[in-house]
């Protein structure tokens, strides 16, 4: 015998209850079945509905209509689809309940109240007519079918709505009422019971499935099989996290805590009858009979330490605290009984070691009533400031890591925890019981999809995320979209899965909820773009999701770099070649470091100095070694040392100037370039990066175009003017040359002082040989001396930097996985 239950969303149709049928009679070839059925789908909510809000007998009938309505539309697509089809039969049942339901509403409007035993009777009825119309189809499928009644034998206690059986009556009652007299196939009416007073009951939510559980102990069953809508239970909600993946097999108490933590799938009540009788219960999806589902059986499989993550919503935290608390006999279980009094259930407890707070997760639709009958029961203690007053926390989830394979298994907790804070989630309480089984966290429940993201990566899909937001998208912007288009195929294979979800130029920030299409972004620029500030891809992050943000900024612009605090603060990662935020203010300095530290972010600069060159990163290493930074010699602008070169193979200023700024090597205006500014910017970011308190103002700048110059103008100007400095800066490159010297431009950092300028250096000199775009660097240290510690390498030129950027880009993956 197996036990066979399907849901209403198995019959929600006629084509459903022939699905149903095809998978019944290839079931009852093998062995005998006996199915349990809900109420075709949404019925029992428009019953629930009609009793609760009894109006007058017009409304009742506008009810009884809409519901007659659903049930027929089944017959009728039945009788015209099958063969052989019994209506008659299903339209005298109709009929007869149609009848019983107007008999009891009328009755309820004239009491203007539902009496709970009349209610379970009302919304009962679904059950009763899908059992006819099953069984009329099978007949037509010319099998034999026996119709189980659970009045006579399942027993309940007298609670009317949410009935619990007694299972060793019911199998008794059982055994006198039906062994030996049924069929091949029998059919029973699921989520109905009765108690001693012969009144009917019903068993709760999923109460289906605990009438299939109790009939699958009263039939000593082989299996009792539950089939719904999905393939079977997954290792978390797949509608939050569309990574989950199916669980073959779950132990009964791996089953019974997700059950209990949210898992719809499966009620506690359901496991309890099959645990107790180790009944093996199987999940199953009627839409894809073939798939394998999920088992639930008594072997213990522990090769998963976790199987599965899962959440409980709508809950509220309830404090009870007061030094009347603390060695006080007696006072939790006043607590509790309370809570048992008023039939409130628990979700969750927790006790501080101090005796002084007993706290705990109710539903929130009982928060009130939880705080009032505390209030009552504790008044005395209260007036007398033994207690403080009752505090209630709402809009609360729980998460639950759950599995037999977490016992004595070190560092899931810890694991568990750090997936929480890398979700920037803090915790409310904690609870875990001595059987290591699971592991519940209290959060707010905001911030509950992000947790399960988190864990579910970090435990399961191992696919960690990178959700990046770009603002600028002109030469290096551009370059880098291409270089990331170029590289997340690639970067899935290695279970990394980078998306861009906002691009920005000058008009704004356009978003994507699944990440802009790399290769077509520029259709996007421009369509319902909004401000690029903190809070609008905040906004964006939290109604998506998001749990590993990144700010990359490839502008120039000041007013970004001086909110890149802003984005911190917000649980941003921040990525830039832009050198304004390093070299404004110490204090500014100092504070984006804070904000970093303070959010467990990464401000990550690489390309500032040395463009695809680990510049930044060498020092720090570096410092963080012991060693300390002697003196600095470096090349530092590909655009310089391009230019340089040119002029020691006879080029004029004017001409490698034209030839640099043509090829994309100098910024737009190559005065930004000639100035020395941007050496004497990554010049200054060196020195701080080494520890030095430094100011901008404290560089000491030459730059190549010399005081008496005159560099104003538009840009075409100013190169048709760069003429007239060609053989002063000849003659300059003519004199070191007749001494076995070129001319490099060089920032130094000597005693503890900074400065950029011209030098004549021999072929002795670590940078004689640097140009064409190259940059190169000498570290001399307490560590490197005599000898420096040299980095050389192209510093100018879009892709070069683009890919340094790229690489600090995936370094916030690091820091996000670090134990």
Request: hydrophobic share 40%; with cysteine.
């Amino acid at each position: 015998m197996r036990v066979l239950k399907f849901g209403g969303s198995s019959l929600a149709n006629a084509q459903r209850f022939m699905q149903v049928a095809n998978i019944i009679t290839e079931v009852s070839q093998k062995t005998s079945v006996a199915i349990v059925v809900s109420a075709p789908q949404g019925v029992t909510n428009h019953l629930v509905s009609l009793a609760q809000t009894p109006t007058d007998n017009t409304a009742n009938q506008q009810g009884l209509n809409q519901f007659k309505q659903v049930i027929t539309a089944i017959i009728d697509d039945l009788s015209t689809t099958i063969d052989g089809f019994d209506r008659q039969h299903c339209e005298q049942a109709l009929t007869h309940w149609e009848q019983e339901l107007s008999h009891y509403l009328q009755g309820v409007t004239l009491l203007k109240f539902c009496p709970e035993h009349i209610r379970a009777r009302i919304i009962s009825t679904g059950e009763r007519l899908s059992v006819a119309m099953l069984s009329a189809v099978l007949s037509a499928k010319e099998q034999t079918v026996s119709v189980i009644d659970p009045e006579k034998f399942l027993i309940t206690n007298n609670s009317s709505l949410n009935a619990v059986a007694d299972l060793v009556l019911c199998k008794e009652q059982f055994q006198q009422a039906y062994q030996g007299n049924l069929a091949n196939i029998a059919i029973m009416p699921g989520f109905i019971g009765v108690n001693n007073q012969g009144e009917v009951t019903t068993l709760g939510r999923n109460g289906s499935d605990y009438s299939a559980a109790v009939l699958a102990v009263c039939t000593e069953a082989q299996c009792c099989e539950i089939w719904t809508d999905v393939d079977g239970i997954y290792n978390a909600d797949p509608r939050v996290i569309p990574e989950a993946t199916l669980l073959d097999y779950l132990s009964y108490q791996e089953a019974m805590e997700l059950s209990y933590f949210g898992a719809s799938v499966l009620h506690p009540k359901t496991i309890g009858p099959i645990a107790q009788y180790h009944i093996p219960c199987l999940i199953k999806n009627t839409g894809n009979p073939a798939a394998k589902g999920t088992l639930i059986a008594t072997e213990n499989d522990q090769k998963q330490q976790v199987k599965a993550i899962s959440n409980l919503d709508d809950l509220t935290m309830v404090n009870v605290s007061g030094p009347g608390m603390k060695g006080m006999v007696g006072m939790a279980s006043r607590v509790f009984a309370t809570m048992s009094r008023e039939k409130i259930s628990l979700v969750m407890i927790s006790q501080s070691s101090s005796e002084y707070c007993i706290s705990f997760c109710i539903y929130s639709s009982d928060a009130l009533q939880a705080k009032n009958s505390l209030a009552e029961e504790f008044e005395l203690e209260l007036l007398n400031g033994l207690l403080e007053p009752v505090k209630l926390k709402s809009e609360l989830s729980v998460i639950s890591l759950v599995g037999d394979g977490m016992h004595h298994q070190r560092g899931v907790a810890a694991k568990f925890f750090s997936s929480l804070a890398q979700a920037r989630v803090n915790v409310v309480a904690i609870a875990q019981d001595s059987s290591e089984r699971s592991i519940s966290v209290v959060i707010e429940q905001r911030k509950c999809t992000d947790a399960l993201k988190v864990s579910h990566q970090n435990f399961f899909s191992h696919r960690p995320t990178i959700d990046v937001f770009l603002v600028g998208c002109g030469v290096v912007g551009s370059e880098l979209i291409a270089q990331i288009a170029r590289q997340q195929d690639t970067l899935k294979k290695q279970n990394i899965d980078l998306k861009v979800y906002g691009v920005a130029n000058s008009k704004g920030m356009v978003f994507s909820k699944t990440g802009l299409n790399l290769q077509n972004y520029q259709a996007a620029l421009g369509q319902d773009a909004v401000a690029v500030t903190a809070q609008n891809i905040k906004a964006f992050v939290r109604e998506n999701h998001l749990i590993n943000p990144v700010l990359v900024d490839c502008t120039s612009n000041e007013q970004l770099a001086m909110s890149y605090v802003d984005y911190l603060q917000e649980g941003f990662h921040v990525v830039t070649p832009n050198k304004k935020a390093n070299t404004d203010s110490w204090q500014y300095y100092q504070a984006l470091r804070s904000a970093a530290q303070k959010t467990n972010r990464r401000f990550l600069y690489e390309t500032t100095v040395g463009a695809g060159l680990p510049v930044i990163d060498t020092l720090q290493s570096l410092i963080k070694a012991g060693d300390e930074l002697m003196r600095f010699e470096g090349i530092l602008s590909g655009s310089l040392s391009y230019i340089f070169g040119k002029l020691d193979e006879g080029m004029s200023l004017s001409q490698a100037t034209a030839i640099a700024k043509e090829n994309g090597f100098t910024e737009p205006d190559p005065r930004d370039d000639l100035s020395g500014m941007d050496v004497a910017r990554k010049l200054l970011i060196m020195a701080r990066e080494a520890g030095m308190q430094l100011e901008l103002s404290d560089i000491s700048i030459q730059s190549v175009l010399p005081e008496s110059f005159d560099d104003s103008g538009d840009i075409d100007t100013f190169m048709a003017n760069l003429v007239q400095l060609d053989s002063q800066i000849s003659e300059q490159v003519l004199t070191a040359k007749n001494k076995g010297k070129v001319l490099r431009y060089i920032g130094n950092i000597i005693d503890g002082k900074c400065q950029v300028s011209i030098e004549a250096v021999d072929s002795n000199h670590p940078l004689y040989s640097i140009k064409d775009g190259e940059n190169a660097l000498a570290i001399h240290s307490r560590y490197y001396q005599p000898l420096p510690f040299v980095l050389r390498g192209y510093g100018a030129g879009a892709a070069v930097t683009a890919a340094g950027v790229f690489g600090d880009i995936l370094r916030t993956l690091a820091w996000e996985h670090q134990d």
